[in-house]
């Protein structure tokens, strides 16, 4: 049984969310994912004209001449989420959490994905894989993945993001857009990320808090690592100190940045102090104009 405030949690996301979709934002998932799944339809002789990306160098070699790959549209397309739950996603130094807001990215994602007629399934994820949801079509089915987002507690702390892309390869056979919803506080997941988005598309969305970034000055406080359980004592009026967890943190953020740019792997950044619409649509609208 449901506990009532869970179910009240899903009926207000989903109207906040249903609203976004309608309004802008189911226009910019279609414009930039409908049409990008293709899939192999057959053969036939090169033609003036065509990418030469597409000649089928085998049977061009067979038959003496050249041959090009045809591919269609795909008429649906799968999207994935994969939801860090994580504690640190138990962090947040204004109204709402980093992973209460990772739902609600997940929500206008998967409400956008149904209104185009498109399968949506779930992995939530720690350093071992939590949960999954089997993509499905239908608002039943999406408000079934909402809930289990909003219902579910994780049994371990910790973030592997490399455990749940190799999960994702295993069990996702079909090429699928793939949103990984983190705050990539984990390490060595580069190997998996570049097989992931070989076989899928991956978009990054990356959730943050400012004061991951920047310590404000307010004496001595103590600070507990929501994965780990560590506890420190720090003394925020030391100036040295304060430049060097920004430095520290913007040598994280700029690492993380460069390896997707290397993997050539789509990302987004959202903050808890901000909206996460605007970066999203301005994401969107971005990537749209890239496939024109």
């Not at 049409?35 to 339809?41: A, I, L, N, V």
Request: aromatic content about 10%; proline content about 3%.
């Amino acid at each position: 049984m449901i506990p009532k405030e869970i179910l009240k949690k899903v009926r207000r996301i989903e109207i906040t969310t249903r609203g976004m979709v309608n309004d802008v934002f189911s226009g910019e998932y279609h414009s930039v994912f409908k049409g990008r799944g293709m899939e192999f339809s057959e053969v036939r002789e090169y033609q003036v004209g065509d990418d030469i990306r597409t000649i089928d160098w085998n049977v061009s070699a067979r038959m003496g001449h050249p041959y090009v790959k045809v591919f269609e549209e795909e008429r649906e397309l799968t999207v994935m989420l994969l939801v860090d739950a994580s504690s640190s996603g138990e962090f947040g130094t204004h109204e709402r959490m980093k992973g209460e807001i990772a739902i609600e990215i997940c929500a206008l994602l998967a409400f956008s994905a149904i209104k185009n007629n498109d399968k949506v399934g779930l992995i939530i994820f720690t350093d071992k894989i939590e949960k999954f949801v089997p993509p499905r079509k239908g608002k039943s089915h999406v408000l079934r993945v909402l809930r289990e987002m909003l219902y579910f507690k994780p049994e371990d702390r910790k973030t592997d993001i490399a455990g749940v892309l190799e999960y994702l390869n295993r069990v996702i056979r079909r090429r699928s857009v793939v949103f990984l919803v983190s705050d990539f506080l984990s390490s060595d997941f580069e190997k998996p990320l570049q097989i992931a988005n070989r076989k899928h598309d991956v978009v990054a969305i990356n959730i943050q808090d400012p004061r991951e970034m920047e310590m404000p000055r307010v004496g001595f406080i103590e600070l507990e690592d929501a994965e780990t359980g560590e506890q420190i004592l720090l003394d925020t009026s030391d100036e040295e100190f304060r430049r060097l967890y920004k430095s520290g943190a913007e040598d994280q953020v700029g690492r993380r940045d460069r390896l997707f740019k290397t993997l050539n792997v789509d990302s987004v950044s959202v903050r808890t102090d901000e909206s996460y619409f605007e970066p999203l649509i301005r994401f969107f609208r971005l990537r749209a104009r890239r496939f024109r």
